[in-house]
């Protein structure tokens, strides 16, 4: 069985918010989104951010230190 590193967890634990592949909004539209789900109380425990390899935003749980 495949061992699961810190970063393959972290990926699983992933949620796409936009796939910016397959969507008409304009870039004004997306950062308004953005901010629309970091104030939202779902996601105040997650890091949202645009993950380049997936070309989407993304939210990950925030990682406690």
Same mark, same amino acid.
């Given at each position: =069985? %495949?061992? !699961?590193?810190?970063l393959?967890?972290? *990926?699983?634990?992933?949620? *796409?918010? +936009?796939?910016?592949?397959?969507t008409s909004?304009?870039? @004004?539209?997306? =950062?308004s /989104? +953005?901010?629309?789900y970091?104030?939202? $109380?779902l996601? /105040?425990?997650?890091?949202i951010? =645009?993950? @380049?390899?997936?070309?989407? +935003? !993304?939210? /990950? $749980? %925030?990682? %406690? %230190?």
């Amino acid at each position: =069985m %495949k061992k !699961v590193d810190r970063l393959d967890e972290e *990926i699983l634990q992933d949620k *796409i918010l +936009i796939d910016l592949h397959n969507t008409s909004l304009t870039l @004004g539209e997306v =950062m308004s /989104r +953005i901010e629309s789900y970091k104030q939202d $109380p779902l996601y /105040r425990n997650c890091e949202i951010f =645009m993950d @380049g390899d997936r070309y989407a +935003i !993304v939210a /990950r $749980p %925030k990682v %406690k %230190k």
